[in-house]
């Protein structure tokens, strides 16, 4: 799944999140739990907001990444924020 | 009885007026333990914090899985309780707010054998992982560079090592399991030790020292 009109934003900040979820992109979508579907738990919710920041030199993200409410956010809402900053 | 025999002892090294400029060069490098971050920070449990504490344990949603496992002590047992054997205890409060987000304790100290043990609690842990994380992370750092442990243990029932579990083999290492060690909702659990080595921290911190020095670029 891409999100139109951000293809190429979407299809790297999907490879990140494939990468510390370990889980496939095709099994990655905008609706897709970041705890419950991808099945990250605390520690690796820490390891993907430094990846996000630090690969998709993401700064602007800092300060919600450090307030999110990580049980209730899906992949999609994450990237929204993403662009919003970015 | 005299004692001609034995020498004097050797004279002790003068020291100019700045010391030795080893010490010195040291006591420079020298950084404190830190009890905050951009985000959060940590503060010593007072006693107006008994009741709140008193309410999560005892009715909060952890309240069945952690310390106390469902059983409601009287208030002032359970102060009792809470202070034995404690070495070092923090609330975790965000910057922004001083809103409460955790607890953290060390506990049952080995000066002898060089370990401890710590425990965590979440006040919403449904909420912010990336914020409660943060103060575990400053809270062993503390630990470490306060006492000379080697290791710092960590015990949880397996129905709460979801959690966290991903940490193994990177923040802590699991060291025992004490089969079916637990009764909850009608199943038994193991009961898993863990444990951070002093060893390992420098490199398991990094990732907590990124995200507590974002604010600072």
């Given at each position: 799944m891409t999100d139109s009109g951000n293809g190429a934003a979407w299809r790297r900040y999907i490879d990140v999140i494939s990468e510390v979820s370990d889980v496939s992109v095709e099994s990655i979508h905008r609706d897709s739990s970041i705890t419950r579907d991808l099945g990250l738990d605390s520690l690796a919710i820490v390891e993907l907001a430094v990846a996000l920041i630090e690969k998709l030199k993401a700064e602007g993200m800092e300060k919600a990444l450090g307030s999110m409410d990580w049980g209730k956010v899906t992949v999609g809402e994450l990237f929204d924020q993403y662009l919003a900053v970015r | 009885m005299p004692n001609e025999s034995q020498p004097d002892p050797p004279p002790v090294a003068a020291e100019g007026a700045t010391g030795d400029p080893l010490v010195t060069e040291r006591a420079e490098r020298f950084t404190a333990p830190s009890l905050r971050n951009d985000y959060l920070y940590l503060r010593a449990v007072v006693p107006e914090d008994y009741p709140y504490l008193y309410l999560v344990e005892t009715s909060g949603a952890m309240a069945a899985r952690w310390?106390?496992?469902?059983a409601t002590p009287g208030y002032q047992e359970w102060i009792q309780q809470r202070s034995a054997g404690v070495l070092a205890q923090f609330m975790i409060l965000k910057v922004e707010d001083d809103s409460r987000i955790g607890l953290v304790t060390a506990f049952s100290a080995d000066f002898q054998d060089g370990h401890a043990h710590l425990a965590a609690l979440s006040f919403d842990p449904d909420g912010n992982s990336v914020m409660m994380m943060l103060g575990i992370g400053l809270f062993v750092d503390y630990v470490f560079k306060c006492w000379s442990f080697r290791k710092l243990y960590l015990d949880t029932a397996e129905y709460n090592y979801p959690q966290f579990a991903s940490g193994a083999g990177k923040f802590f290492k699991v060291e025992g399991r004490l089969r079916e060690h637990h009764y909850l909702d009608g199943e038994w659990w193991d009961h898993l030790i863990l444990a951070i080595f002093r060893d390992d921290w420098p490199e398991a911190s990094k990732l907590v020292e990124q995200i507590g020095s974002w604010r600072d670029r």
């Open positions: - | 310390g106390l496992r469902g």
